[in-house]
């Protein structure tokens, strides 16, 4: 099973196992404007993002299908942006473990 045919709402749980066990929590800053959008929705549109190859606009299209309330191109962008890198190579390992399981799973069903 490749990335792109898993649909979004599984990315969405992936991504939600994946903060929960990273212990990644919305952190409250004490100043500034808070979050808008949960970090499981960012991740989750990043991994949709580049599984598809999709554009800014493309995604925010796709996610106004899936979702009610969906992020700005701009702020889509500066989320993005502010993502560590270790935490995304962590992300992306947890999700290609994942798959990997779920292939295995499938594999086992056939075969039984």
Do not use: A, C, Q
Request: net charge positive; charged share 45%.
């Amino acid at each position: 099973m490749k990335i792109e045919r898993i649909p979004f709402g599984e990315i969405r749980k992936i991504v939600k196992k994946f903060l929960k066990e990273k212990k990644i929590e919305e952190r409250k800053k004490k100043r500034g404007r808070p979050k808008k959008y949960s970090d499981e929705l960012i991740f989750s549109s990043l991994l949709f993002m580049i599984s598809r190859g999709l554009s800014f606009r493309d995604l925010r299209s796709e996610l106004k299908e899936r979702i009610k309330k969906v992020p700005y191109i701009s702020n889509l962008h500066y989320r993005f942006k502010k993502i560590d890198e270790k935490t995304l190579e962590e992300l992306l390992e947890y999700v290609r473990r994942e798959i990997e399981k779920r292939l295995d799973i499938t594999r086992n069903t056939v075969k039984g």
